[in-house]
């Protein structure tokens, strides 16, 4: 099977080093492949082990028998039926990590620091990074392996750091798009009754959205007002009566890292890249989560929840993911967000499920958005084009995977 990627944000999938790249890891790859595809038979209604359960009554084997997901991913005792091959493409730009800062200032060592995320300058970008995928044995399950491809193509991401912009592709094979509706055959064979009660992620506990927006045209260092961005441009940031210089303490070395750090993120933005995630996130962490949600014990293990955490006592995966933006055709910019909202909530969540995702669509299109993410006099204005979740008391897994993947009636894909 020969693939051929084409990424539209970075590709990161880590390395030795924490903050470096050397290549793109397959295993990486797999990794993200494998989540994906226990998301799509949970969805089905099938019973997939937790391989990463403390408990080894919850993993691969149980007793003699793997789940769909080991037989083809493979588990102690069954190799994996497949091997993945990985080009390589052109890191993003040369040079060290670009700080965007979030634009609150922390104490650090006795003294201040800017806080923020890193663009991660060694992560990959490529028009036709090939992938081969290479069969070790016979499994009429390979096929699935489009079907996970073609579902995150069209809606996710792969590889690491997917809640902050990064791993969003577009793939093609023999130079088509890819041909999904044998699998869709093949995977309804798996289809079981099932109630939505799983406390793993759920393909019919996942939303998906798509949104645009258009630039000014007389406007051409619009950008530069982004959250994070303008920070980053200015070279300082101001959080009440505080200053923190962005890249070095000495005023003279912060300001020649600054220069390089402009003309790097114009060449970025040139090439079609626009790294929004920081900002949006940064929005919907700090301005709307508050609206919603009163301070407070509860308030805070919800935002871990909603959020993500990461530390030494707890390791929660953020339910809210977004992608950096990229170009599409009319000269429009258009980035995504997607996540995993169970249908049974927490019993301190005081918002249904179908609420705080109608919550979550309107704080992402109304004027206040606009102005947080993209500056107080910025003309951009953000729509929403796609949308896609299940309701709480909808089960049909088949139902929805085909929605999200286009397929028609007359079996073939739109």
């Known amino acids: ?41 949970r969805g089905l209604g099938n019973d997939v082990c937790n391989p990463t359960a403390d408990n ?23 190799q994996r039926k497949f091997r993945l091959r990985l080009g390589q493409g052109k890191p993003l730009v040369d040079g060290s990590n670009i700080p965007i800062p979030s634009g609150r200032i922390h104490p650090w060592r006795g003294k201040s620091r800017a806080g923020g995320w890193y ?18 044995a016979e499994s009429k399950k390979l096929s699935h392996l489009r079907l996970i491809l073609a579902l995150v193509e069209r809606h996710a991401a792969v590889g690491g750091k997917i809640a902050n912009g990064y791993g969003v592709f577009e793939v093609r094979e023999n130079g088509q798009s890819l041909a999904i509706e044998d699998a869709l055959k093949n ?84 090439d079609g890249l626009l790294p929004l995630a920081p900002a949006v996130r940064n929005y919907l962490r ?39 933006a990229y170009l599409v055709e009319n000269g429009d910019w258009e980035f995504r967000v997607w996540g995993w909202i169970p249908c049974r909530l927490r ?36 729509s929403l084009t796609e949308w896609h979740s299940l309701d709480s008391n909808q089960h049909d897994g088949l139902a929805y995977l085909k929605e999200l993947l286009g397929a028609t009636d007359e079996g073939g894909v739109a």
Not at 63 to 77: E, K, M, R, W
Request: hydrophobic share 35%; net charge negative.
């Open 1 to 41: 099977m020969e693939f051929q990627l084409k990424t539209l944000t970075p590709l990161w999938t880590g390395g030795v080093e924490a903050s470096l790249m050397n290549r793109i890891h397959e295993t990486g790859i797999i990794g993200s492949l494998r989540w994906w595809y226990e998301v799509i038979l």
């Open 56 to 78: 080894s009554a919850e993993r691969c084997p149980r007793g003699n028998d793997f789940c769909n997901v080991c037989h083809l991913f493979g588990a102690t005792g069954n």
């Open 119 to 136: 663009l991660m300058v060694s992560s990959v970008m490529g028009d036709e990074i090939p992938m081969r995928i290479i069969p070790l």
């Open 187 to 270: 995977i309804s064979i798996l289809q079981r009754e099932s109630q939505r009660e799983s406390s793993l992620p759920d393909l019919r506990d996942f939303y998906f959205a798509k949104f645009r927006f258009h630039t000014p045209e007389e406007d051409s260092n619009w950008w530069q007002s982004i959250q994070g961005i303008a920070q980053a441009w200015a070279g300082e940031v101001v959080d009440g009566n505080e200053k923190a210089n962005v890249y070095h303490r000495n005023s003279d070395n912060n300001k020649m890292c600054c220069e390089l750090t402009k003309k790097r993120l114009t060449d970025i933005i040139n």
């Open 286 to 324: 700090f301005q709307w989560f508050p609206t919603r949600f009163c301070s407070g014990p509860a308030s805070r293990n919800i935002e871990k929840f909603i959020f993500g955490c990461t530390n030494r006592y707890e390791n929660t995966a953020s339910k809210i993911n977004v992608s950096h």
């Open 347 to 382: 019993s301190d969540f005081h918002l249904s499920r179908e609420e705080f995702l109608t919550d979550l669509q309107s704080a992402l299109t109304d004027e206040t958005a606009c102005r947080r993410i993209f500056g107080k006099n910025s003309p951009v204005s953000i």
